[in-house]
């Protein structure tokens, strides 16, 4: 596992309306602080990535289809640098187990639509979004420097 990369399963509650999903709560180990959040989505062959924060950690949960996330540590003090994990996230009701993924600042991230046309992924970063200064790095989707292919349906990335 990357080194500061947690997990929190994620427990779906179905009732005769439907279901209840906590995400992510101020009580619990993982959570590091609120910035905002918002939703992203990707569609079939397309990769979102690469990118990395200085400042902040994002917190993943797919909440439709499903989600190819990439990580890679980008960290030169880091036990794991350069260390590459692939996580599937499911929307809940899918077959797999529903998790928040918690990608800490440094590490590069991206992701695909994974065997569905469109996944879409709610992020709760630890800082908000600061438009006259993004704590964002970008890399190309298709980068050399970057220690992993995307699967052969990725056509383009942004």
């Known amino acids: 596992m990357i080194d500061g990369v947690q997990i929190k399963k994620l427990k779906v509650i179905p009732d005769e309306r439907g279901f209840l999903m906590q995400m992510l709560r101020n009580d619990e180990e993982i959570y590091g602080g609120f910035g ?29 289809g499903k989600a190819l996330v990439v990580l890679c540590d980008f960290r030169k003090d880091s036990p794991t640098y350069k260390e590459v994990q692939e996580f599937i ?53 298709n980068s050399e420097e970057v220690p992993y292919t995307w699967p052969n349906d990725i056509k383009i990335g942004g």
Do not use: S
């Open 89 to 141: 996230l499911t929307e809940p009701g899918q077959t797999g187990e529903q998790i928040l993924l918690k990608i800490p600042k440094g590490v590069l991230h991206g992701f695909v639509a994974h065997d569905c046309e469109e996944a879409r992924i709610v992020n709760i970063p630890t800082k908000e979004y600061n438009y006259k200064q993004p704590d964002e790095l970008r890399y190309p989707w």
């Open 36 to 64: 905002q959040a918002y939703m992203t989505g990707v569609k079939r062959g397309v990769a979102k990535g690469w990118h990395y924060h200085l400042l902040q950690d994002d917190h993943f949960v797919c909440v439709l």
